[in-house]
C-alpha cells in the first residue's frame, strides 16, 4: 500500500541529507563536488518513481476487471494519456507532464457516470493525484541537490518559503472544484448533501475534493453536526487568494 505523501517528503529528505554528505566528503580539490554522482543519483531515484507510478495506474485498471465495453474504452484513453504523461516526465518536461495529468484529471471528473461509475473515478483519480505528488518529489530532489544559485534565488522572491512546501499549501486551492466548495463553505457551515446539490457533483468526486481540503487542514467537520466548514487556515488562503487575483486581473 502506497505510503502517505507527508512519509515519502520526510523519506526525500532524508535521502537529500545523505547525498549531500556523501558528496561533501568527495569534493575535489577545488571544492566542487562530483556532479556526475549527484547526477546518477537523481536519475536513479526518478527511474523508481517512474516505476511506482507505472505500477499505480496498472494495479487501478487491473482491480476493473470485467467492466463494461464502454468503461473499457476509457479506461484505455485514459491509460494512454496517463503513459503520456509519465512519458514526458521521463523526458524532463515536467511542466508539460503536469498538464497531461490535469487534462487527464478533467478526463475522469467529466465523465459520465455510466462510463466510470464513482468509485473508478475516485481509484482513478487518486492515482493520477500521486503521479502529480511523486513528480515534486523526484523534482524536489534534483532541485536541492544541486541548483545552488537557483535556490537562493528562490529563498529571496518568497521570503524563505520553499517552493516545494509552497506548492503543496497551494496545490489544493488549485482546482476549480475544490475552489467552488471554498467559496460555498465560505458563506458558512453546510452539509454534504446540501453540498453536492448545490455544486453538482456526484459523490464520489465530491468527496475526493472535500478529502484534499481536509487533509490540507483548510477545511473540518464539525463532530456534533457533521457540517463541513472552512479552518482558520482555509479563511486566511482564501482572503490571500482573493487579493492576489484582485492584482492579477488589473
Not at 499549501?169 to 457551515?189: E, F, K, N, Q, V
Request: with cysteine; hydrophobic share 40%.
Amino acid at each position: 500500500m502506497p505510503e502517505p505523501t507527508e512519509e515519502l517528503i520526510r523519506k526525500m529528505d532524508e535521502l537529500r541529507t545523505d547525498i549531500k554528505a556523501l558528496l561533501s566528503s568527495l569534493n575535489r580539490a577545488d571544492g566542487q563536488p562530483y556532479d556526475g554522482m549527484a547526477s546518477a543519483f537523481r536519475e536513479q531515484i526518478g527511474r523508481s518513481f517512474l516505476e511506482q507510478n507505472r505500477t499505480a495506474m496498472r494495479d487501478a485498471i487491473g482491480g476493473f476487471e470485467g467492466a463494461p465495453p464502454r468503461s473499457q474504452k476509457a479506461l484505455s484513453q485514459m491509460t494512454a494519456q496517463y503513459e503520456d504523461a509519465i512519458d514526458r516526465f521521463e523526458k524532463d518536461d515536467l511542466n508539460e507532464a503536469l498538464a497531461r495529468l490535469e487534462g487527464l484529471r478533467e478526463s475522469i471528473v467529466h465523465s459520465p457516470e455510466e462510463v466510470l461509475p464513482a468509485p473508478m473515478a475516485s481509484t482513478l483519480l487518486g492515482v493520477v493525484e500521486r503521479a502529480r505528488e511523486q513528480m515534486a518529489l523526484a523534482e524536489t530532489l534534483r532541485f536541492r541537490v544541486g541548483r545552488p544559485m537557483v535556490r537562493r534565488s528562490c529563498e529571496i522572491a518568497l521570503g524563505g518559503v520553499e517552493p516545494e512546501d509552497a506548492e503543496r499549501w497551494l496545490a489544493p486551492l488549485a482546482s476549480a472544484p475544490r475552489l467552488r466548495i471554498m467559496a460555498m463553505l465560505y458563506t458558512g457551515p453546510r452539509p454534504f448533501t446540501e453540498m453536492m446539490k448545490g455544486l453538482e457533483m456526484q459523490k464520489g468526486h465530491l468527496r475526493f475534493h472535500l478529502n484534499k481540503l481536509l487533509e490540507a487542514g483548510y477545511v473540518k467537520v464539525e463532530g456534533r453536526t457533521h457540517l463541513y466548514c472552512i479552518e482558520e487556515r482555509g479563511y486566511a488562503a482564501m482572503k490571500g487568494l482573493s487579493g492576489l487575483l484582485a492584482q492579477i486581473r488589473r
